[in-house]
């Protein structure tokens, strides 16, 4: 027999008044069953942001947090512990009752030893937290893990704000093109907007900034330009990820003339398609985005005929580490013959942390462009990303 109920946690450091109180384990499979079936969990996790748990009577869990959704499982283990699997990750915790106040648990995590009191009634109850959540997770908040492999999935309605920090070594067939480097920053946001069948509609505008990019000069050298804005571009689409793990959606990719230098961009306005498939399970990701432009406008000379395949893989390595990196190739169709191909093996590394309750996302890539421009184009890069999770308030 199950009942609905409301977990109200507190998740406090133990006083040396609630050590001293008397503390009865709670054992045998129904007697825990009783307690965890059907209850409904809530967390704070930073402040106006909650985590809510619910764990179902048929060992099923769903945890909402960040505007992701978490999916879980747990059970009952040798008749004292109970077990909350989440991806790859598991931890189990035992449960007394206080003997002075038989509404009053708590609960020690058997792997990192924290003990959480808490209440459990029939009745509504609020979330009173003190302490942030961390990295390793808990009932009611996502664990670095499970929030690695959410941030690599990029139909999730999860909202970053990207910041990277790009190093690029350069080489070609003009005089001196092997000793040019260049410094550039993009922000990259994503703004998802949730539905209530699961998908979303994510819009991902790229604002790059240039620090002294070099640009062949009309007297054979390189002119050091920056600091300028350059050209933005952005993706809106809609996409979802499927029960067994296909992530799929459709869109259209696009560039703003807005670059402040008109060595640094076209002057000419792009648009076009954009189709992502891919796959996500407890190992971690694979994706591949493609997306063509032409120019639809603007005072430019040149043109756009582009065709990008942004192709995505993140590998999961526990505790929050990935083996991941998201290279573009691309195709330029109006480029002389033989210059078409701008194509960059990219390896990397990331790592999702939870800091004061804040999940980070921090990663290091190093692309190596086996196929590029013969006269002047990037040969090397290496890329810093650091990523905040953010809430979305239209989501909530």
Not at 284 to 299: C, E, M, P, T
Request: charged share 20%.
């Amino acid at each position: 027999m199950t009942f609905n109920r409301t977990g109200l946690f507190a998740l406090v450091l133990l006083s040396a008044a609630a050590n001293a109180q008397d503390w009865q384990p709670v054992t045998g499979e129904e007697a825990l069953t009783r307690i965890v079936a059907d209850t409904r969990l809530e967390g704070t996790l930073k402040d106006n942001v909650t985590g809510v748990a619910r764990y179902n009577a048929d060992g099923t869990a769903v945890l909402e947090a960040w505007g992701g959704t978490f999916k879980r499982t747990w059970r009952i283990e040798d008749g004292d512990k109970i077990c909350i699997v989440a991806g790859n990750e598991s931890w189990c915790t035992l449960l007394e009752r206080n003997a002075d106040n038989p509404d009053e648990y708590r609960a020690t995590r058997l792997d990192t030893g924290e003990k959480v009191v808490f209440s459990l009634s029939g009745d509504a109850a609020s979330v009173a937290s003190t302490e942030p959540a961390d990295s390793s997770g808990g009932p009611a908040q996502p664990s670095a893990e499970e929030l690695a492999l959410k941030l690599s999935n990029p139909t999730a309605p999860v909202m970053t704000l990207g910041n990277n920090f790009d190093f690029v070594m350069f080489d070609g067939d003009l005089d001196g093109a092997s000793d040019e480097t260049a410094f550039r920053y993009t922000f990259q946001s994503v703004f998802p907007f949730k539905r209530d069948d699961g998908s979303s509609i994510f819009f991902r505008p790229a604002i790059p900034i240039f620090f002294g990019e070099p640009v062949p000069s009309a007297d054979g050298g390189f002119d050091s330009v920056g600091t300028d804005l350059g050209d933005i571009g952005f993706d809106l689409s809609y996409g979802f990820t499927t029960d067994n793990g296909m992530i799929l959606g459709a869109g259209v990719a696009g560039t703003l003339p807005t670059a402040t230098d008109d060595q640094l961009g076209k002057d000419l306005w792009g648009l076009g398609p954009e189709a992502l498939v891919g796959k996500i399970g407890k190992w971690g990701a694979v994706i591949g985005v493609l997306s063509h432009q032409w120019d639809v406008g603007g005072s430019g000379d040149g043109s756009i005929n582009t065709t990008s395949l942004n192709y995505v893989y993140a590998f999961q390595l526990g505790g929050g580490w990935q083996f991941a990196s998201a290279p573009a190739i691309t195709y330029n169709h109006d480029a002389v013959d033989g210059q078409e191909w701008t194509v960059p093996l990219g390896v990397g590394i990331a790592r999702t942390m939870v800091l004061k309750g804040r999940p980070w996302k921090f990663q290091v890539q190093y692309c190596n462009y086996v196929e590029r421009g013969d006269v002047f184009a990037p040969e090397h890069q290496i890329r810093l990303s650091i990523s905040p999770v953010v809430s979305a308030p239209w989501n909530k």
